[in-house]
Structures are given as C-alpha cells and as structure tokens.
C-alpha cells in the first residue's frame, strides 16, 4: 500500500469541478479571466485564488472593526461588519454546495462583497451618497477598493458577483454564484440583526408579527434554515430564486426592521453625532487633500479621493481621526 499523498493539484481540481457540480454552476477553467493577464498557479483554481487574495487583504481586515447595526455596542457578542461577512459566506456556501454550484466562487463573492462598506453602517453610507453628485454606492466602492486602492486583480466573475450583490440592481449577476450571494446576505442580516435588537433591549420577540414567526420560528438558525429552504424549494433549471411565500415573509421582515430597528427614534442621535463625524473628516481630506495616503492621490477630483480614504475607515479610526480636528 502507498502511503503518500496524492497532489489535487489545479488541473485535478478542475476536472472534479467538471465531473461534481452542475451544468449551471460556474466552472473555474471556464472564466473570462482577470483584468490583467497572469499566470496559473499550478494548486489553486482562479476563484480559491480570489478567495484567498480577500482574506489577506488589508481591505477585509477592517472589517472586524465597522459597524454593522450598532455603533460602538456594549458587549462582546454584537454582530460586526467581518462577523456578518463569515456569516453571509457560510449561508452562501451552503447554499451552493447544495445546489451543485461552485462553492469557491460564491465564498469569494460572499468574503468580498462589504468590504467597501463605510464607517459607521448605513448612515455613513447615506452621508457619502448624498456628498457625491452621482451617488455612492458600498459594493461599487468594494470593487474600487479591491481592484484599484488595493489592486488584487481578481476574475471578472468574482468582481461582477460583488457589485451587483445589492437587490437594488436591476440587472442581477451574471453568474448563479453572485446571485446566491444576493439571497445569502439579506438572509443573514436579517436573522442576526433580529436577535441583535432583542439582546440590546431593542425588540421583543413578542413584537415580531405573528406572519412571521409562525412561518420561520423563533429567531435564530431556525430563521436560516427556513429561508434556505425557500431557495431550495423554488430553484430549478437553473433558475435560482426563493419561494413567493417565503420570499414575501422576508420583505414584510425587512420592512419591519427598517421601521422598528435600523431608523427607530431612539437613533436619531446617534446617526447624527456619525453624520457630523463622516461629513467633517470628508471635508477635511478634500481641504488637505496632502493629508492623504499616497494611494488615495489619485486623477479623480479631490472630493472623491476623500470620499475613498474615509470610506475605507473603521469606525474607531474614523473617531480617532475626528478628534484630532
């Protein structure tokens, strides 16, 4: 008996993609490839290659340090921008593996597609929108920051899968694997972003309509579990979508976090005190803009290299910043 392992080298790998997922899954060997022309590793396929590039990237470091719902929480156990980020990627995993679809390209969306979320949640990103003429977009800016401010050269299914994560995009990914991402993260911010309001006193779980729970449970992996399996249900043919019933379950519950969670009146505060943080520190960049690293110096207008180097902050550093001023 031969004891020694057995390399799965790249081309192993991809002959297993081949023999082992779906006709509608995404083959690593068949990708339009990356921006800039390099060559092959000879172990990993392009898309683990992605996934790996993310995971050590300054840019997904940061994470562990921007908010998700609350601002400088108290306690250990608040959901954080990295931590909602591991929990898209496993949902998306999952969700991939069953359905015969390629697992590295959806962890590489799935691991990429918040980094470029600004300090300070969704409110810093309502202040940078409103700053720029054209808008300003997180999963826009997540490619800037991947493919320009730290240039990873990742493939274009990768890149593609990421911007387009957000449902506000009308045209959908034009892979399988960018589209579960879409269903993958609302699926998880909506699961923990429940029990978050519940541990800090936020919501009851008697508050949460009765349409709801009667369908999904209690909150918690029951709520995944049952979201899940309304992708499972209603996918086919290539098709990937979310059963009707479940998929209206799941807007009525974003409608009511909206309402009773993320814009409740107790907030006002707070989402003021970060507006005025993220407003006077992109004033402050674009007046100096020598105060910038060097690779926030780019041709774009002065406002926008300061729209990038705030964006890319943690809400501690953005507060530290702040107090210099």
Known sequence: MNDSFILRDRKW????????????????????GRFEKEDQDPFRTVFERDRDRIIHSKTFRRLKHKTQVFINPDGDHFITRMTHTLNVTQIGRSIAKTLGLNPDLTEAICLGHDVGHSPFGHTGEEV?????????????????????????????????GIEKHPWKYEEPPFTNEGLICRYADRIAYLSHDVEDAIR??????????????????????TWINSLIS?????????????????????????????????????????????????????????????LLPEQYRTAQSELENAVDYVAGMTDRFALKEFSKL
Do not use: C, Q
Not at 268 to 274: I, L, P, V
């Open 200 to 221: 800090a006193g936020v919501l009851n779980e008697s508050e949460i309509p009765k349409s709801i729970t009667s369908e999904l449970g209690s909150p918690g992996k």
């Open 128 to 160: 940078l929108n409103d700053m720029l003429d054209g808008g300003w977009s997180h999963s826009e800016n997540s490619v800037k920051m991947l493919s320009i401010i730290e240039p990873l050269n990742l493939t274009k299914e990768t890149i593609n």
């Open 230 to 290: 309304g992708i499972f249900k209603a996918s086919s043919e290539g098709n990937l979508r979310m059963d009707d019933e479940i998929l209206n379950i799941m807007n009525n519950l974003r409608e009511f976090m909206f309402e009773k969670v993320y814009l409740r009146d107790e907030t006002k505060k707070e989402r003021a005190e970060a507006k005025k943080v993220v407003e006077k520190l992109v004033s402050n960049f674009t007046n100096n803009p020598n």
């Open 13 to 32: 790998r991809e002959t297993n993609e081949r023999v082992t997922l779906s006709s509608y899954a995404m083959l690593s060997e068949e990708s339009k």
